[in-house]
């Protein structure tokens, strides 16, 4: 019996290590889509961001985060099972202490990177690297804890598998905030209302950042059920893999049609946003729904993507990669739906934690954008913005041989 729990703690610390660093593969997803989709100027500038926030967001969260969002007794995170009080559980301590901890800090990582690309090409560097701090060390991990932590949404009925809300609306409520307070790029939108476009200067990018994210999406999404090493564990991961893929390809073919219909084209931006809307909408429940509920439930995704992206241009609400509708939009739409499929949700549940992590995020992340801003300054100069952030802030331009 001693040999079957060592074997099967082995085996779950191995499959949640494994998941983790496909998570955290959709670090430099986030990295190529975002430096394809905007401007050759703003390159660098985007990738040291990304960059940056991930190694910030390891080390805010191993100083504090995990502590604020588990209940550690300390701020770092704690002792490691022994063999001993893995064997007297009997199989209840299934995973090293600091396999846990690695799964979980890719998930700050990505909620911090879902800001990156709302705010590009006119934040300044160090006002968007000083907020990561704050918000991975502080602002995600006290939402976090209310739910994963064991806190009050968890008892009050909230049900998010692997974080269409806690991580993915998260990300977008603070993005919102920031946005709102940066206000848009220079020439965005014109004095009589117009939208003008602004296109991102390397689609194969942005292409192949989508489709590492839609591959790290099966860890993030996978790891979430947190065992492997039985056969109805087994069986519950794979099919998580299933849905979560069904998911993204149903909001893709979604939101080509839709774009098709509204523009008279297809758009391969809207496209590669409706495969990120569909694995946002299926990843607050990919384990109880068919293969076919979760297609579909990815396809809604997809079209209400496109819709709110032109809605959110028409408020004049500027995000150049479209994060604040796949992560937000559809977060919000990815909480609702797992009414759909899981006898456990509730309407009051789904309500009560949708509520609270939107309007905790946001106003957390207001106040925070707004000191920043008053002390620091968070917009680059409209000079800074027609020269490029990577003139501006870095130094170092991504493509040398183009430019002037």
Request: a negative charge.
């Amino acid at each position: 019996m001693e040999d079957l729990i060592q074997l099967s703690y082995a085996v779950d610390t191995f499959y949640f290590l494994v998941m983790g660093a496909l998570v955290m593969f959709m670090a430099p997803g986030f990295a190529m889509l975002e430096a394809g989709m905007v401007r050759s100027k703003n390159t660098s500038e985007i990738l040291t961001k990304n960059v940056a926030l991930f190694a910030i967001a390891c080390v805010m969260y191993l100083l504090i985060g995990y502590a604020i969002m588990y209940g550690g007794s300390s701020i770092l995170i704690g002792a490691e099972n022994t063999v001993d009080e893995v064997l007297a559980s009997g199989g209840d301590v299934y995973y090293s202490a600091r396999s846990d901890f690695f799964f979980q800090v890719v998930f700050v990582a990505t909620a911090m990177s879902i800001i990156s690309g709302a705010v590009a090409e006119r934040m300044k560097l160090w006002s968007f690297l000083l907020f990561a701090i704050v918000m991975t060390g502080f602002i995600y991990p006290t939402q976090g804890s209310w739910s994963w932590g064991g806190g009050f949404l968890s008892e009050a009925g909230f049900v998010d598998f692997a974080g269409s809300g806690i991580v993915h609306m998260c990300g977008a409520a603070a993005a919102l905030a920031g946005v709102l307070l940066l206000g848009p790029r220079q020439g965005k939108y014109g004095p009589d209302g117009e939208v003008n476009a602004i296109q991102g200067s390397n689609m194969p990018l942005a292409t192949l950042g989508m489709f590492i994210l839609w591959f790290g999406w099966f860890g993030f999404n996978g790891g979430s059920e947190l065992k492997l090493s039985n056969i109805d564990e087994a069986n519950a991961v794979a099919q998580v893999f299933v849905n979560t893929n069904m998911a993204a390809a149903g909001g893709l073919i979604a939101a080509l049609i839709m774009a098709r219909i509204l523009f008279g084209k297809a758009d391969l931006t809207m496209a590669l946003n409706g495969a990120l809307a569909g694995l946002v909408s299926i990843t607050a429940e990919p384990l109880s729904g068919t293969n076919v509920e979760s297609m579909l439930i990815g396809a809604v995704g997809g079209v209400i993507v496109v819709l709110s992206i032109v809605g959110l241009d028409k408020l004049r609400i500027d995000d150049p990669v479209g994060a604040i509708s796949v992560h937000g939009t559809c977060g919000i739409w990815g909480l609702m739906a797992v009414m759909i499929t899981s006898d456990d949700a509730t309407l009051s549940g789904q309500l009560t934690g949708l509520g609270a992590i939107l309007g905790f995020t946001f106003v957390a992340a207001l106040v925070v954008w707004f000191v920043i801003k008053m002390i620091f300054g968070i917009r680059l100069s409209d000079e800074d913005q027609q020269v490029g952030a990577d003139v501006a802030e870095i130094g170092i331009v991504a493509y040398p041989e183009f430019s002037k």
